[in-house]
């Protein structure tokens, strides 16, 4: 379990690799947490391609962040889902809420 950041002025990189589940969620959570809050960005960018697996505790991470945004009027952009998160989201019908266009690869199976 891994994240990634990159920080610049107005915007903040995230890549979140291998899973987001129960069993990482609160590590997951936290760490976003202090990189949000220590950095002063306008803009948050998610890069998902290198999450493997994903369940309803690493969704609710995902909430947190576009939650948190919002309070703080920070645009949120989710990227390159991979398989795992687009097959959440779709299967809770949560595409609109978070906003971001889930690109399908045609080798998807």
Do not use: C
């Not at 990189?13 to 899973?19: A, K, R, W």
């Not at 809050?37 to 960018?45: G, N, S």
Request: no cysteine; charged share 25%.
């Amino acid at each position: 379990m891994t994240i990634n950041v990159q920080e610049n002025q107005d915007k903040i990189s995230l890549s979140i690799e291998e899973e987001m589940t129960i069993y990482t969620a609160l590590t997951h959570k936290t760490t976003l947490a202090e990189h949000l809050d220590a950095h002063k960005a306008k803009e948050i960018e998610v890069n998902l391609s290198a999450v493997e697996e994903m369940d309803s505790a690493g969704l609710q991470v995902l909430i947190f962040v576009k939650r948190f945004a919002k309070q703080h009027k920070i645009k949120v952009t989710l990227i390159k889902h991979s398989q795992a998160v687009a097959e959440v989201i779709e299967l809770l019908d949560l595409s609109a809420y978070f906003g971001d266009p889930i690109v399908i690869p045609a080798d998807w199976s």
